[in-house]
């Protein structure tokens, strides 16, 4: 199974009051999306992370990565720009990609969301803008505060936009 996320901000405490989550400090917020993590991805799986995994050195974030199952890949986000692929590797995540890339021949992964024509065929899966939404059907926000702090499958995205295509064709 393959599951994206995006923007946990782990060990940052300022993301709770910027983006109104529902914690009370960062441990109660690490905790719960580590505990909403392991709930559904399993050791075998994949999480695409699409940026901005997380804040502190290279010990701290560690040890958050290592508590979180499946295998890891990280799409840089701004954040963490400013450490090297290697650093991330190290860190925990077994691939690490600047940019962005492409799933399926249509689905567009990226951290900061891409200008794409509504009528394109392409759909951009993207973090960045935590709680705000995108306009367009093509757009697809991963980011935690639209999914319960927990990564979405990536099967479960595909199916509900196979489910609105179908609509709009039945519709006309």
């Given at each position: 199974?393959?599951?994206?996320?995006?923007d946990t901000?782990?060990n940052?405490?300022k993301?709770?009051?910027y983006?109104n989550r529902?914690?009370?400090?960062?441990?109660d917020?690490?905790?719960?999306?580590?505990?909403?993590w392991?709930?559904?991805?399993?050791?075998?799986?994949?999480?695409?992370h699409?940026?901005?995994?997380g804040f502190?050195g290279g010990?701290?974030?560690?040890?958050?990565?290592?508590?979180?199952n499946?295998?890891?890949?990280?799409?840089?986000?701004?954040?963490d720009?400013?450490?090297?692929?290697e650093?991330?590797?190290?860190?925990g995540?077994?691939d690490?990609?600047?940019g962005?890339?492409?799933?399926?021949e249509f689905?567009?992964?990226?951290h900061k969301?891409?200008?794409?024509?509504?009528?394109?065929?392409f759909i951009?899966?993207h973090?960045?803008?935590?709680?705000?939404?995108?306009e367009?059907?093509q757009?697809?926000n991963?980011?935690?505060?639209?999914?319960?702090?927990?990564p979405?499958?990536?099967?479960?995205?595909?199916?509900?936009?196979?489910?609105?295509?179908e609509d709009?064709?039945?519709?006309?």
């Open positions: 199974m393959i599951y994206v996320t995006s901000h782990f940052h405490l993301i709770i009051e983006c529902p914690f009370t400090n960062i441990e917020m690490n905790n719960v999306m580590i505990n909403n392991n709930s559904i991805v399993k050791e075998n799986d994949k999480v695409v699409l940026g901005d995994f502190g010990e701290e974030l560690s040890e958050i990565c290592a508590k979180l499946g295998h890891k890949m990280l799409i840089k986000g701004n954040h720009n400013r450490k090297t692929n650093w991330w590797k190290n860190t995540f077994n690490v990609l600047d962005g890339f492409i799933y399926k689905y567009l992964m990226s969301p891409l200008f794409i024509n509504e009528k394109s065929a951009n899966l973090g960045h803008i935590h709680q705000n939404k995108m367009g059907s757009y697809y991963v980011c935690v505060e639209h999914h319960n702090y927990t979405i499958a990536l099967n479960d995205i595909i199916k509900g936009y196979m489910l609105k295509k709009k064709q039945n519709d006309k």
